[in-house]
């Protein structure tokens, strides 16, 4: 079936710095990647889309200057928290969809801890 | 944009006994009605799915019924154990477009 991998699976970083998490696809080629955050005991809240190629849209309320999201091909992408700071301790999902069809398939997840 | 209730947001059951974890959707237009689990830590699991031309799915232990005209969906696990114990989520969507999760419901299922 259908592989996502998602590195790192947990980073502690300093506060101020940037921290990079990946998302590949590893059999299949996806059109379209979602990246989620999800706070202690609360739901999956999707942060942003991205597609091959193009910019990535962000939901209401997400700094995407922040938040940036590359999806450079169609087996990556990429998140990199900037300027992290301690409210920004998460864990990050990401998702990838094959387009035109209704399977969307996990990341593992990264737990990002800023200290 | 869709709006998504999800209830109840807890559920403690005794082994054995079934389950039923409804979800509430505003979007018309949505046409995909999976269900997920999620245990601690890890990535959310698809248990079951539902599109809009079917109104029930079974699938062993589990099944999710779909009202199409009231827009809701339930997700129903009958003979629960205690490894059904985890959290569950709702996430209508249409098509191959982003989803979007409920609150979730804590199961537990009592030994």
């Known amino acids: 079936g259908a592989v996502v991998s998602q590195h790192p699976s947990w980073v502690i970083c300093k506060s101020g710095t940037s921290v990079k998490i990946e998302c590949r696809s590893l059999d299949f080629q996806a059109t379209t990647m979602f990246w989620y955050r999800q706070f202690p005991k609360q739901s999956l809240m999707l942060m942003a889309t991205s597609n091959e190629g193009s910019k990535a849209t962000y939901e209401q309320g997400v700094e995407k200057d922040k938040f940036l999201i590359n999806h450079a091909s169609l087996t990556l992408s990429t998140l990199t928290v900037t300027s992290a700071h301690p409210e920004d301790s998460s864990f990050y999902i990401c998702?990838?969809?094959?387009?035109?069809?209704?399977?969307?398939?996990f990341g593992s997840g990264t737990r990002l801890t800023v200290v | 944009g869709e709006n998504v209730e999800q209830h109840p947001s807890t559920l403690s059951v005794q082994e054995g006994d079934s389950a039923v974890i409804k979800c509430t959707y505003s979007d018309s237009a949505s046409n995909y009605f999976p269900w997920y689990k999620q245990e601690l830590g890890k990535r959310p699991q698809l248990i079951i799915d539902?599109?809009?031309?079917?109104g029930e799915k079974k699938d062993q232990r589990i099944a999710v019924t779909l009202n199409k005209t009231a827009k809701h969906f339930s997700l129903h696990i009958t003979e629960t154990q205690p490894e059904d114990s985890a959290v569950y989520f709702c996430?209508?969507?249409?098509?191959?477009?982003?989803?979007?999760f409920g609150k979730g419901t804590k199961l537990t299922v009592n030994p």
């Open positions: 539902i599109r809009s031309n079917v």
């Open positions: 996430a209508p969507g249409v098509g191959s477009e982003k989803l979007v």
């Open positions: 998702s990838a969809s094959t387009g035109g069809a209704y399977g969307y398939t």
